[in-house]
């Protein structure tokens, strides 16, 4: 089986659809009597919507009706909605018009007069955290279903530190250990320290998130480009506040989504509730502009990391913190990160403290390996420096500090079922044949060198288990039924292979 997958060229079943045109996206489809919608967004990073006049706008030719925040399904605390009187980032949509055309309804956009109350906002997670420093919310900087909102600081002590370029020593909402960290540093043959800022990253999928509804009775039919039609579907009548069974949703094709789509979002919610305020199927084309807002960001982290080894490359103890930029909205990837950094690494002893800070930022989702991606490109080079510092084979210190099958990880001690890591890198290192190409590394070329590497990073995926069915028919031919979401890697088809 493996001499027939690996290196084979295999065309996707949903291939031939594409070149030709015929893969219908959330913008292709139609409806009769059909009208588009345009996004007013905010010009501002956090402020109140203090009047609002769409006179002119209404009055002109073409244009049907406005849809506003007090007119669409409130949420409480940090919760998105899909128009909002109070934006919290730049972009985010304050009402849509309803019109003929495209061009009409932008025409209304800028006929509306709206003015703001700026108030005060923070893009830098650091800068919440500093004492007296500013807030995403009004109400604070953290939140809890159970007691609410809440102002998180670190001390004058803490930024202290930050300031002179040393790891702080703060207290975090999250915060375990295993182990006696401290012992294994003093016993450690070399202690590395490192500050590393990774970066928030768009995701910007080739298919902006344009999608159309139109209602048919109690019935509503959105034509949308999602991951997972199953959790949209959910996610989107619990927004609207309908029953799932009244919603046909349709996602022939999507267009990549690597997280940003799982369960859709929210401007998914604005032709529905349009169409169900004029009765007439409306149309919202996002543009390449507005995705980089109301699309969705990996989230950034700020983090100091600690690294202690034994003289044979063995990793000793971990201190990691990481303070976390969310958006609005709020994001989880570093509490992932945090177990990645356990599992990849093994070490007997470490501490992870974390925190995510609301920000005035655009909103943030996952992104291809969640928390893995983040942190193994910020302690792999650590890794190496290790190596050379220790005189250990840059493949030997990762073999070393890979997990077996009894490793423990993270906050609760999970175990792992199976891990085939040592395997992989040892099949790996004779495939690429690894000492030839390690004894070129470096070497120019004129304008190019030779570079080599090596890296891994697990993930948590399947970790609770899939459902699928298979069927064989009378015909001699395999149905594959399975809940696979299609988010632009065509693991959507692998099933499908030869």
Known sequence: MAERLVGADIAPPDLHAKITGRARYAEDFRAPGMVFAKLLLSPMPHARVRRVDASRALAMEGVIDILRADEVPSRDGPREACLTDT??????PILAVAAVDEETAAAAIEAIEIDFEPLPFVIDPLESLRPGGPNAYVDGNQFSGQDGWSDFKWTDTDFANVDAGQMPDPSCPVDWTKGDPEAAFAESALVLEETIVHQSLTHHPMEPRSNMAYWEGETLHAFVSTQSSQQT???????????PENINLVSEYCGGGFGSKIAGTTVMQIPALLSRKINRPVMLRITRYEENYVGRARPGFQTWLKMG???????????LIIVQESGPYGAGDFNTAGMIADLTYTPQNMRFRGVSMYTNTPPKAAQRGPGGAQIISMMEPILEKAGRELGVDRFDIHRMNVPRGDVQ?????ATLTSVHAVEALDQGREMFDWDAKLAISGQRNGSKVTGVGIGLSPYTAGSRGRDGMMIIRPDGKLYVHQGIGNL????????ARP
């Open 488 to 495: 632009g890697t065509h693991s959507i088809a692998d099933t």
């Open 409 to 413: 990880f993270g906050p609760r001690n």
């Open 233 to 243: 579907k959910f996610a989107l009548a619990g927004a609207l506040q309908i029953d």
């Open 309 to 319: 080894f034994l003289q044979d490359g063995k990793c000793n103890a971990i201190d």
């Open 87 to 92: 934006p919290r980032y730049e972009g985010e």
